[in-house]
């Protein structure tokens, strides 16, 4: 079958740099998406890899391996409005997209 | 982000009532998906529409009937439901469902309970 998997939570300190992981397991690829939800808000579309490799965007970073089924979201200078879910999502062969659970992440001062 | 509005925000019905939840999109995108969300688990697709067309149901109960009367709007419409289906409710649009890495927007959602 196809999944995703991603912690359930993580916790990390203002300023500070947090690595959130996904792992994929899909018939096909056709690259990789993060999203960011706020509670109570819309997922909003934070980068999307489809190459090995580190894509980054000011204080958020996406690496993709695709040979390990593997991606990271990477955000740095931590703010407290980071505190969030973040979702991982894969496209397949059918271009589907496969969701993971969401990682929510806790900012604290 | 306004593109995509949905209403009500939060909606709470007994089993035997009959409600809609909207959802308008402003972005002028041809595709438009019903999702549910539940704490914990991942985003469940519910209904895919491309062009007012119905191309995907994922194997949704008859409780939850769509409508898409436009490439701009669509309906869920809801008839005695059940409290398993209490969710949030995401609406999403992107700009078409062929073989596209196009991300999805989305809406914020109605938070639906079912007493």
């Known amino acids: 079958g196809q999944n995703i998997d991603q912690p359930t939570e993580m916790t990390a300190t203002e300023g500070a740099i947090v690595q959130i992981n996904c792992t994929y397991q899909?018939?096909?690829?056709?690259?990789l998406f993060w999203y960011q939800q706020h509670a109570g808000e819309a997922p909003t579309f934070l980068s999307y890899?489809?190459l090995d490799g580190l894509e980054e965007k000011g204080r958020f970073s996406s690496f993709l391996s695709r040979s390990k089924g593997y991606s990271y979201l990477l955000l740095k200078e931590l703010q407290m409005k980071d505190s969030a879910s973040y979702l991982c999502?894969?496209?397949?062969?059918?271009?589907?997209?496969?969701w993971g659970a969401g990682t929510k992440l806790i900012i604290k001062p | 982000e306004t593109g995509v509005t949905q209403t009500p925000r939060h909606l709470v019905m007994g089993m035997t009532n009959k409600k809609s939840l909207k959802c308008e999109q402003h972005?002028?995108?041809?595709?438009m998906y019903w999702y549910k969300q539940s704490a914990k688990k991942p985003l469940e697709l519910m209904f895919v529409?491309?062009?007012?067309?119905?191309?995907e149901n994922n194997s949704v109960p008859s409780r939850f009937s769509p409508e898409c009367p436009n490439s701009s709007h669509l309906f869920l419409h809801l008839h005695t439901l059940q409290p398993e289906d209490s969710a949030l409710y995401l609406c999403?649009?992107?700009?078409?469902?062929?073989?596209?890495?196009?991300?999805?927007?989305f809406g914020d959602g109605t938070r639906l309970s079912i007493l």
């Open positions: 999403a649009s992107s700009p078409n469902t062929e073989h596209s890495n196009q991300p999805q927007h």
């Open positions: 972005l002028g995108h041809n595709a």
């Open positions: 529409y491309s062009l007012e067309e119905r191309v």
């Open positions: 899909t018939s096909g690829f056709n690259g």
């Open positions: 890899n489809v």
């Open positions: 999502a894969a496209l397949d062969s059918n271009y589907q997209l496969i």
